[in-house]
């Protein structure tokens, strides 16, 4: 896996402060996607150790909410086995914490994933630029969902983020 950034506390991607994974590579291509630069599965610099301790020294800190997964997309193909290892692992070793993950995937068509059981919220869907709307919270555009994945999958319906 490769990524571009890791962000530290951040407060536009989740709940609370955050540290935010930008990781490398997606084939959605959203037209006006904020992050074109990630596309490329190829891009940025590869994630190592030290890039998972320096997460783990920001989720060590009781001020941080949680981990939220962006890009590029985590779910690409190049991502999902390194990205559902590493959420497994945050969960196990910091079971307050949340975890986010964005994704131009809708929810239906993923899931059935292992990464799935280990987050707390999925905005799914692709950005949509003529639908564009920056007064939404958590989501560039409507057509994407901030989905309670606990609730979800208790339910078995998306449940949305309240």
């Known amino acids: 896996m490769r990524y571009h ?3 530290k506390d951040d407060m536009l991607n ?3 402060l955050r540290v935010v994974l930008w990781v490398a590579g997606c084939s959605h291509h959203c037209k006006g996607c904020q ?3 990630t596309w490329d599965p190829d891009g940025g610099i ?3 150790q030290k890039d998972k301790e320096e ?4 989720l060590d800190q009781s001020y ?5 997964f962006s890009g590029g997309d985590p ?3 190049k991502n999902i086995r390194e990205v559902t290892e590493l959420a497994k692992e945050i969960k196990k070793k910091y079971p307050d914490k949340t975890i986010w993950l964005y994704t131009g995937y809708r929810w239906e068509e993923v899931k059935n994933l292992e990464i799935i059981k280990y987050l707390d919220v999925m905005v799914d869907g692709r950005f949509d630029l003529a639908a564009r709307d920056v007064t939404l919270q958590w989501k560039g555009s409507p057509n994407q969902r901030v989905i309670d994945v606990p609730k979800t999958l208790e339910i078995g319906l998306v449940v949305l983020h309240a």
Request: charged content about 20%.
């Open 14 to 16: 989740g709940d609370g």
């Open 35 to 37: 992050n074109p630069i």
């Open 64 to 68: 941080i909410e949680g981990i939220t």
């Open 55 to 58: 997460i783990f020294e920001q």
């Open 75 to 77: 779910l690409h193909e």
């Open 46 to 48: 590869p994630f190592e």
């Open 5 to 7: 950034n890791i962000t």
